[in-house]
């Protein structure tokens, strides 16, 4: 959130004081007024009960208080009056949050601690019992004459805040990329140190299926989300890597996201019942995996999203094509797959029913594509088949059920290579 939150500041004048403040690396923990202290930590609250995932359905309100000079620039501030559904991390030194002005949503930023030292009026009113991610404090928070200042214009709420939404997409496709990485090497550290049946566990015929299907989908979403991050470095000197990653973030964030579920589920039955218990990481990542991907936006949001920017500019689509092309040519299966994904987008503009399926043919093709230019050819020819093919003799439902195209050699191959080596 402090990364995604130094978008906003930046716009703002009156708030350039927390933008150099977000860069610090030194934590304290107190109340000072932000210009005391060596850096800050950076809260986002804007889900209300009755709207979920629909931030235009926000019913906190804002009036206009007063002007002033604030850290050399002028804020206009405003009372805001409300109650938010989920806040993360409540102990932040500012958040970002929603407010309707005259029936328009407005961005604003609420300081903890306003300028003559005293505390802001921010009242947390429970925290959540949540099935995992415990460490962090989610919790419920209401507004009662609390103020913040205005970050853009009136009701151009909503906008601001897709700046910064983008950044944090791309967290959560990345961080679940590095999630379905913490599970696999954890599985591959536990099936090939424990003994069984006469070898180790990784060596036993299913086991290398396992690992090996496990292995070919780990790479490809950490290749994916890579690739979306280095565009992300461009957007703003690049129109064409800005339109690619405006389709393709909310892809990868709705794919990896989706996907890390799955990862965690056979990550932990690798390891049998002791993934199962508390003594071990394994039963806390398993709880931890579903979380990215409802917050920031649920997996049918991601989707609309996809669809959104296809609809709103052609770029996008052309963006995401040329990013294809320099690797056609190189396997007749991609080839084919990337042909056929034309007519399934085309008709999922036309229909938000195609959205799901059409966000996933992104996301394969566009894995296919860096496997292709990063890979090595075992792990390229298993993708290819399996997540390709589409067909009984290639892949099936679960990890694991890698068809006879595939042999045990090639999986003991991904699973040598995927192992970390010390």
Request: charged residues 20%; glycine residues 8%; hydrophobic residues 40%.
């Amino acid at each position: 959130m402090a990364y995604a939150s130094y978008a906003g500041f930046s716009h703002e004048p009156a708030l350039k004081i927390w933008a150099e403040k977000a860069l610090g690396t030194v934590y304290e923990n107190s109340r000072r007024e932000v210009a005391d202290k060596p850096s800050v930590v950076i809260g986002y609250a804007m889900t209300e009960k009755q709207g979920g995932s629909d931030l235009r359905e926000t019913q906190t309100t804002a009036v206009f208080s007063h002007t002033a000079d604030y850290h050399g620039a002028t804020a206009h501030w405003y009372e805001l009056t409300g109650h938010k559904w989920f806040c993360s991390v409540p102990q932040s030194d500012g958040f970002f949050t929603l407010a309707k002005v005259n029936g328009g949503v407005t961005c604003f930023f609420l300081p903890r601690t306003l300028p003559d030292g005293s505390y802001n009026r921010f009242f947390i009113q429970r925290l959540k019992d949540k099935a995992g991610n415990r460490s962090n404090a989610g919790s419920e928070v209401e507004y009662s004459g609390t103020l913040a200042i205005r970050v853009g214009e009136e009701g151009r709420g909503l906008r601001e805040i897709l700046s910064h939404s983008h950044l944090t997409r791309l967290d959560f496709a990345v961080g679940s990329a590095g999630l379905m990485r913490q599970v696999l090497t954890l599985a591959l550290n536990h099936t090939t140190t424990r003994g069984g049946f006469g070898s180790s566990l990784a060596k036993r015929p299913m086991m290398a299926n396992v690992l090996a299907d496990m292995a070919v989908e780990v790479e490809a979403a950490t290749l994916m989300a890579l690739r979306i991050a280095k565009a992300t470095d461009y957007i703003d000197s690049d129109p064409q890597q800005k339109a690619f990653a405006r389709v393709t973030t909310p892809m990868a964030k709705y794919f990896n996201c989706s996907r890390v579920v799955a990862v965690a589920n056979e990550a932990l039955q690798c390891h049998g019942g002791n993934g199962f218990v508390e003594d071990g990481p394994m039963a806390r990542l398993y709880r931890e995996a579903p979380l990215n991907s409802v917050w920031e936006g649920t997996a049918n949001m991601m989707c609309m999203d996809v669809r959104r920017a296809m609809q709103k500019d052609a770029a996008c689509r052309d963006a995401l094509f040329a990013e294809l092309a320099d690797v056609r040519g190189q396997d007749v299966r991609f080839d084919a797959y990337v042909n056929a994904m034309g007519p399934l987008l085309d008709a999922m503009l036309q229909d938000e029913f195609l959205a799901r399926p059409a966000s996933e043919a992104i996301a394969r093709s566009l894995q296919g594509a860096e496997l292709l230019r990063h890979s090595t050819p075992e792990v390229i020819d298993v993708f290819m088949k399996t997540r390709l093919g589409g067909n009984m003799n290639s892949w099936g439902a679960m990890f694991g059920s890698l068809g006879p195209s595939v042999t045990q050699a090639q999986a003991d191959i991904i699973v040598e290579r995927a192992r970390v080596k010390r």
